[in-house]
């Protein structure tokens, strides 16, 4: 099944990620060697694997897989993928995308991975760090893949499960994999994701309810204010949230669109911080990023946002501010490892 990236509808598809309808502070996360799997040395064959799902999506790969062995923590470029980090073993036990458009941002996942190199705001001009973390598998031989494409009128980083091969020979221990890389984005652009079945199925959707967003600014100094409505899906690990954004509003100039994806903190009271969202078309160039601050209430099942453009980036650009108020329309996704395994 394909999906456009405006399609608001039965799928919930945006310029920062593909998923079906259907379907914290910062803790240590220590990469660790194949040899950390502490007694389990035993090996068996394993079983052909059967092939992961597929996303909505299917973007052309320009790019070879990055590196597929376990704990392999060599940097390597495939295309326009580099590769900062990656092994067989993290603290993250379920499915987890954590996304950094900005210095702030990253240093929260520097705590959780020492090895990763110092990056300023001068890079995040230009690039995003993205980090995927499998997930609980049975064996070793699994990992993340990244691969870059053009899908339904935009560039897509496409974040796929890899498993063991045929015949292949593999550690019988619990493995939590993970790859870390960095991908060039334009600054004033979102960046777009496709997952495979493993993320799709962590995170958990929000319908808005109610919402505005107000733009001024621009040579006339006009304001228009315009509703908000669409979906959002959320990603929990321990005290950090994922947002994806699928947002669409109607204005006096016609209709805009939000489609971007943010990593932030979430307090042990539910408030959640955001450093950095595209604006999407509510706010043309030039322009800030919007930074957005929300509370999850009702044991996460509800979800507020706010949204404001604190400065523009020149005297005539544009800024703004809105809001939204959204419900969870499905339970949780099940958790395969408490959280409380984390040190955070």
């Not at 315009?226 to 699928?246: D, I, K, N, P």
Request: proline share 7%; charged share 20%.
């Amino acid at each position: 099944m394909k999906t456009t990236v405006r399609n608001f509808g039965g799928a919930f598809v945006l310029a920062a990620l593909v998923l079906n309808a259907t379907g914290a502070s910062a803790c240590t996360v220590k990469t660790r060697e194949g040899a950390d799997a502490g007694n389990e040395q035993s090996t068996r064959r394993t079983q052909p694997a059967q092939p992961p799902s597929q996303p909505s999506t299917q973007p052309s790969p320009l790019a070879s897989p990055v590196s597929e062995g376990e704990g392999n923590l060599e940097t390597k470029v495939s295309g326009e993928i580099k590769e900062l980090a990656a092994g067989g073993f993290s603290s993250v036990r379920d499915a987890f995308v954590f996304v950094a458009r900005d210095a702030q941002t990253y240093a929260t996942l520097r705590q959780w991975h020492e090895q990763l190199p110092p990056l300023g705001a001068d890079f995040f001009k230009a690039n995003a760090v993205v980090a995927a973390y499998l997930g609980q598998r049975s064996s070793g031989g699994y990992g993340v893949q990244f691969t870059r494409g053009d899908a339904a009128g935009g560039n897509v980083l496409r974040v796929s499960e890899k498993s063991p091969g045929k015949n292949a020979i593999t550690t019988m221990a619990l493995t939590y994999a993970f790859r870390i890389v960095s991908v060039p984005v334009a600054d004033e652009r979102p960046l777009a994701l496709a997952l495979d079945a493993a993320w799709q199925e962590a995170a958990r959707p929000y319908k808005v309810g109610a919402g505005e967003f107000t733009r001024m600014g621009g040579f006339a100094g006009r304001a228009e204010r315009s509703t908000l409505a669409g979906e959002l899906r959320v990603m929990r690990h321990a005290q950090l949230a994922t947002v994806f954004f699928a947002l669409e509003g109607t204005g006096a100039e016609g209709k805009h669109a939000l489609q971007d994806v943010a990593t932030g903190t979430v307090t042990p009271e539910g408030a959640l911080t955001l450093a950095r969202v595209d604006p999407g078309s509510f706010v043309p160039p030039p322009r800030h990023p919007l930074r957005a601050r929300g509370q999850f209430a009702a044991g996460e099942n509800k979800l507020s946002l706010t949204f404001e453009v604190l400065e523009a980036k020149v005297n005539d650009g544009y800024g703004g501010q809105g809001k939204l108020e959204a419900t969870a329309t499905a339970p949780p996704p099940k958790k395969r490892a408490a959280d409380g395994d984390d040190p955070m």
